[in-house]
């Protein structure tokens, strides 16, 4: 423990102002202390973790981690900002950043220390204590848990317990649940969540045990203990192992921020659901529906939490599919601004190469991003199928990708091919094998058996008439003009801020980027409607604060002005600290600034070819001009929205205009959405 954080890593004065440059902050110190042997590569795998999920607790905490081949030792650097550091957490910026660096192949012991300090910062008089710290060794040993204690009574004299007969003891048993949590890195949310869940239990008199299977180890619940369990949590961002053990429970099924941010309401949700006797059916390979008569009969929420799920899959496999999109994206648009578009036919720099000629730069650049483009849809495919069924499932996931791309089937093949391995694999787990066989299942017989399955089910049956598909679709964009693609352009735009990087915003991202992996002008022009319309939230926001700073707190003002840059980088999610705190006025004001955005990009026929990059891709955007008047256009209307209806708010709460007058954050009167 004593090798965990020392006072070199520990920063009371953080002087960054966003997230990236206060890991970086950190992280050099990690590297000064011999921790990271890799600055540039451990930012790298810190900022991917990142992007999986905002990493903002409530509270002002903000803890930024990962498991990465750079870092040397398990390490934890912490650092105080008096500013607040925007996270991404819905109460606002974090004074308190801890930033954790795990080896990819850290023991348990330091992985369980790791957990235990989520499990602390859970703790109201610890975090407290972090804030009024002066001495960097003195907080250093705080966090290594060295504070002091009192010593307690050597012999304690026992109370004796009052006898009880049975009736009373059944009155007096407390309601039971038991909980699982789980993140996808499996060291920070696991631990909080299940801290946070059991603190909101001994607060409500409920008994709450939790299963967290996490990176420091999965220690199976005692069975006697579920099946006293009257219901049942998952808190969970991963799949939850071997979920036959809870089968015939009343259940909650949430993500694992929801256990760390409201546990009190997850727990009274399961109350209701066992006393209405709403019992789920759960299945070992695919997570659980409700059924209110206890059967897990097909009722209508059996189809609405299978929707859920099949979101989640085929979002497993688009964020794996972004950074192959984004790297070969912005190559091949680079290419083609230096050597012109005729640079896609160059010989190959393999043979033909020519240090000084820029052609040949160019010709490299192209034939590199084109390589990144050829996995698009196997690795979309690979990783749908790994979402539905682990491991197990990536071979024939990525077979069946590759095949797609053989017979034509393009993006919409690997969507099917994703989902056919999944399925594949996981009816397969279902079969009972004899023991001696179980061992090998995993490595050799499911991926081989699933393989030659999907294999034969893509071409010889579903191939090609997707790719037939495929083809009515690409000619369908292409032959979009006049309002028919600007009525897709307002869909795209709606879309892309409707729930700014939620699942809406990504199947109109996913849309636009699939057809990245075989362009034509089509789809080059609904990439460059999807970027417009989702740099548009963030830069409305951020007018807006500028504008009207008083309808605004210092603290929304304060994400204002960072939201300029997010905006203008093509991160849409820079505007969802406004959508959180007044949805009813916020959402629907970049709504309307989307859809002109993405009307007017389809209208002036802008096309581009990168995947991402904001304003700093303008260059490589055909019709940049219009394509940036289009931007503008967006973010006036949603600023004028935006500030009409939150004027109207001010002008209903504060009839007199005094709080407008004074300019203080206090005086506001807020009106709950």
């Given at each position: ?7 070199e ?7 960054a102002?966003t997230?990236?440059a ?9 590297v ?12 790298a ?11 903002g607790?409530d509270?002002g905490i903000?803890i930024p981690h ?13 650092g105080r900002?008096?500013?607040g550091?925007d996270f ?9 950043i801890?930033?954790i660096a ?17 499990r602390r910062?859970?703790?109201p008089?610890f975090?407290?204590a ?7 060794g003195a907080?250093a040993a705080?966090?290594r848990?060295?504070?002091?204690t009192?010593?307690?009574d050597?012999?304690?004299?026992p109370e ?5 007969d049975d009736a ?10 038991v909980?699982?949590?789980s993140c996808?890195?499996?060291i920070a ?5 299940a801290e946070s869940?059991?603190?909101a239990?001994?607060?409500e008199g409920?008994?709450v045990?939790?299963?967290?299977q996490?990176s420091a180890g ?5 069975p006697?203990i579920v099946a006293a369990?009257?219901a ?15 089968r015939?429970?009343p ?16 727990i009274?949700?399961?109350r ?15 997570g659980?529906?409700?059924?209110g008569?206890g059967d897990g009969?097909?009722?209508g ?9 099949l ?7 688009v ?7 984004a790297?070969?994206?912005l190559l091949?648009a680079?290419?083609f601004?230096i ?8 010989k190959s720099?393999?043979d033909?190469?020519v ?7 160019a010709?490299?650049?192209?034939q590199?991003?084109s390589a990144?483009?050829a996995?698009?849809?196997?690795v979309?495919a690979g990783?749908?199928a790994?979402?539905m069924a ?13 095949i797609?791309l053989?017979?034509?089937a393009g993006?919409l093949g690997?969507l099917?091919?994703g989902?056919?391995?999944g399925?594949v ?8 094998v004899?023991?001696?066989?179980r061992?090998?299942m995993?490595?050799?017989v499911i ?6 399955v999907?294999g034969?089910?893509?071409f010889?049956v579903v191939?090609?008439?997707?790719a037939s ?13 006049g309002?028919?693609a600007?009525?897709?352009g ?8 409707f729930?700014m990087?939620g699942?809406?915003?990504k199947?109109?991202y996913a849309f ?7 362009p034509?002008?089509g789809?080059l022009?609904?990439?460059?409607a999807v970027?417009a ?8 926001m951020a007018?807006?604060?500028t504008v009207r700073?008083?309808?605004f ?7 204002g002005r960072a ?5 203008a ?10 959508a959180?705190?007044?949805?009813l006025?916020?959402i629907?004001?970049v709504m309307?600034?989307?859809?002109v ?10 096309t581009?070819?990168a ?9 490589l955007i055909g ?6 008047l289009?931007i ?7 600023t004028a929205?935006v500030?009409l ?5 001010r002008t209903a709460?504060d009839?007199a205009?005094e ?7 206090d ?7």
């Amino acid at each position: 423990m004593s090798e965990l954080i020392t006072a070199e890593l520990v920063d009371l004065d953080l002087s960054a102002a966003t997230k990236d440059a206060a890991a970086r902050s950190l992280a050099e110190r990690m590297v000064a202390a011999d921790r990271v042997t890799d600055l540039d590569g451990f930012l790298a795998d810190v900022a991917a973790r990142e992007a999986q999920m905002p990493t903002g607790l409530d509270g002002g905490i903000g803890i930024p981690h990962c498991r990465s081949e750079h870092v040397s030792a398990p390490t934890l650097a912490f650092g105080r900002s008096a500013a607040g550091i925007d996270f991404g957490a819905a109460d606002g910026p974090a004074d308190l950043i801890f930033l954790i660096a795990a080896p990819a192949g850290a023991d348990d012991d330091h992985l369980t220390i790791l957990s235990a300090l989520a499990r602390r910062l859970m703790d109201p008089e610890f975090t407290a204590a972090l804030r009024a710290g002066t001495d960097p060794g003195a907080v250093a040993a705080l966090i290594r848990g060295e504070e002091p204690t009192e010593n307690p009574d050597p012999d304690p004299e026992p109370e004796p317990e009052p006898e009880e007969d049975d009736a009373t003891a059944a009155a007096a048993a407390p309601f039971r649940i038991v909980a699982v949590t789980s993140c996808p890195t499996g060291i920070a949310h696991t631990y909080m969540a299940a801290e946070s869940l059991a603190a909101a239990g001994r607060a409500e008199g409920v008994e709450v045990t939790v299963e967290t299977q996490g990176s420091a180890g999965f220690k199976k619940l005692d069975p006697a203990i579920v099946a006293a369990a009257d219901a049942v949590i998952w808190a969970h961002d991963v799949e939850v192992r071997e979920k036959g053990r809870f089968r015939g429970k009343p259940l909650v099924d949430v993500g694992v921020k929801a256990g760390i941010n409201r546990p009190a309401e997850l727990i009274a949700e399961a109350r209701r659901k066992a006393e209405r006797g709403e019992i789920a059916a759960v299945s070992e390979d695919g997570g659980s529906t409700d059924s209110g008569d206890g059967d897990g009969g097909g009722s209508g929420a059996d189809h609405a939490h299978f929707g859920v799920r099949l979101r989640t899959y085929l979002m497993s496999g688009v964020s794996y599919m972004v950074p192959f999109v984004a790297a070969g994206g912005l190559l091949i648009a680079l290419s083609f601004a230096i050597g012109g578009y005729e640079i896609a036919s160059a010989k190959s720099v393999a043979d033909h190469f020519v240090w000084g000629e820029a052609d040949s730069w160019a010709a490299l650049l192209n034939q590199i991003g084109s390589a990144a483009f050829a996995f698009l849809v196997p690795v979309l495919a690979g990783y749908i199928a790994y979402g539905m069924a682990d491991r197990p499932a990536l071979v024939p996931g990525f077979v069946g990708g590759a095949i797609a791309l053989t017979v034509n089937a393009g993006f919409l093949g690997g969507l099917v091919a994703g989902l056919l391995a999944g399925a594949v694999v996981m009816a397969i787990q279902r079969v009972p094998v004899h023991a001696t066989l179980r061992g090998i299942m995993p490595v050799l017989v499911i991926p081989l058996i699933a393989s030659a399955v999907v294999g034969f089910l893509m071409f010889i049956v579903v191939g090609k008439p997707i790719a037939s598909l495929q083809n009515a679709l690409t000619d369908w964009l292409n032959g979009l003009s006049g309002s028919n693609a600007v009525i897709l352009g307002v869909v795209l735009g709606l879309m892309m801020c409707f729930d700014m990087g939620g699942p809406l915003n990504k199947v109109a991202y996913a849309f636009a980027v699939g057809g990245l992996a075989d362009p034509t002008d089509g789809s080059l022009k609904v990439m460059a409607a999807v970027m417009a319309a989702g740099m548009v939230p963030p830069l409305a926001m951020a007018l807006a604060t500028t504008v009207r700073k008083k309808l605004f707190t210092k603290t929304e003002r304060e994400n204002g002005r960072a939201a300029w840059v997010l905006g203008a980088s093509f991160i849409t999610e820079g505007a969802i600290p406004f959508a959180a705190a007044d949805p009813l006025r916020v959402i629907p004001s970049v709504m309307a600034g989307g859809a002109v955005t993405g009307a007017l990009s389809m209208a002036f026929g802008a096309t581009l070819r990168a995947p991402h990059g904001g304003v700093f891709v303008v260059p490589l955007i055909g019709q940049p001009f219009l394509y940036l008047l289009a931007i503008a256009a967006g973010t006036l209307v949603a600023t004028a929205l935006v500030v009409l209806l939150k004027g109207a708010r001010r002008t209903a709460s504060d009839p007199a205009g005094e709080a407008e007058a004074t300019g203080s954050d206090d005086s506001r009167v807020t009106v709950a959405a």
